[in-house]
């Protein structure tokens, strides 16, 4: 199958988005696939009338367009749904999403989000199907994932097993540094670990039906390592203003580490953070012109780069305009607010 069909958006009335890179949505074609898929990952992943179930809701009231519509416009048709699950399932695991009622992952000591995390794991194996101890936070979560994983080995796609097995390293890794990072290049190989980047580089290849042989060549890694670069310091960089008043033990955001690093004001590292994403997006437009410019034969290649581009162009607009990011609550306000919604 080929990807819904997309078009380009004018981002020129956006004055906060700063990114150079071409944006375009396949949201008008693609969004009742993507609705659905929406509602089964949050529907399964929380409970009724929770703090984590009306914060994802949330997450997805952006006028300016929808999180997956913008960032996936290559995936196939017969895979955006379970490149949006994947990546909701994420974003609730990474506990933007989880309250003290089912105790949240970022809410949890640093040790019980390990150990939670280690049980969510289990989902991916068979020999754990008839083990349903769901810890103290996912135990929905860890349902959905296996209810996942057993669905989508049964679409007999032999890449669907490193899929799998990237995303439990990737779970694996997620919370293992509980550093402080005195450095910006300290911090960068946390923030894609922390982002789930290489679990998230091999899904949108698995949604775009590229062969995994494409991630071997060095250029390709380069424009990779370059894109998660520019996410990951994009999104820092957009919500720092509702992170900055999460009740946790566990903030990083590469403003903080900038402000320690060169002893600087919180207004001076931000500017001195849009100006590193924006010479990350100069290397990766340069980098993608060598690409393209490849000799024929390479279009599998080519199109897996234009798909990255895509993502992080999405993204990053995303970023810029969602009301997550830009009316930030606290969580007594968030509730007393959604209650009248």
Not at 71 to 89: G, N
Not at 106 to 120: G, K
Not at 292 to 311: A, C, I
């Amino acid at each position: 199958m080929a990807p819904f069909s997309s078009h380009p958006v004018d981002t020129k009335h956006i004055f906060a988005f700063f990114s150079s890179f071409p944006v375009r949505s396949c949201e008008p074609n693609a969004l009742p696939n993507i609705q659905q898929a929406l509602n089964d990952t949050i529907y399964s992943c929380t409970t009724p009338a929770s703090r984590e179930r009306k914060k994802a809701e949330y997450r997805h009231t952006n006028p300016a367009g929808n999180l997956f519509g913008l960032s996936l416009a290559m995936s196939e048709v017969d895979r955006l749904a379970y490149v949006v699950k994947f990546i909701e399932f994420l974003c609730i695991v990474d506990g933007q999403n989880l309250t003290v009622d089912t105790d949240v992952m970022e809410d949890l000591p640093f040790r019980e989000a390990c150990i939670e995390h280690a049980i969510l794991r289990q989902a991916l194996y068979e020999c754990y199907d008839n083990d349903h101890h769901g810890g103290r936070a996912v135990g929905s979560m860890k349902s959905f994932l296996r209810e996942l994983r057993i669905e989508l080995t049964g679409l007999d796609d032999p890449n669907t097993p490193l899929l799998l097995r990237t995303l439990d390293n990737s779970l694996r890794l997620r919370d293992s540094d509980d550093s402080e990072f005195k450095t910006l290049a300290e911090y960068i190989p946390y923030r894609k670990i922390n982002f789930d980047y290489d679990f998230v580089c091999q899904l949108l290849r698995w949604g775009m039906k590229i062969p995994p042989a494409v991630q071997e060549d060095p250029l390709v890694r380069t424009y990779e390592h370059i894109i998660g670069v520019i996410v990951g310091l994009t999104n820092d960089f957009f919500s720092w203003e509702m992170e900055r008043q999460q009740a946790t033990d566990r903030i990083r955001n590469a403003i903080s580490v900038l402000m320690k690093e060169h002893s600087v004001s919180e207004l001076r590292a931000k500017l001195m953070l849009k100006e590193v994403i924006i010479e990350e997006e100069r290397k990766a437009k340069e980098l993608k012109d060598r690409i393209m410019s490849q000799p024929e034969g390479r279009e599998q290649l080519k199109r897996y780069v234009t798909g990255m581009e895509f993502f992080a162009s999405g993204y990053s607009f995303w970023c810029a305009t969602c009301p997550r990011y830009h009316r930030p609550q606290s969580e007594e306000r968030f509730v007393k607010h959604n209650n009248r919604l």
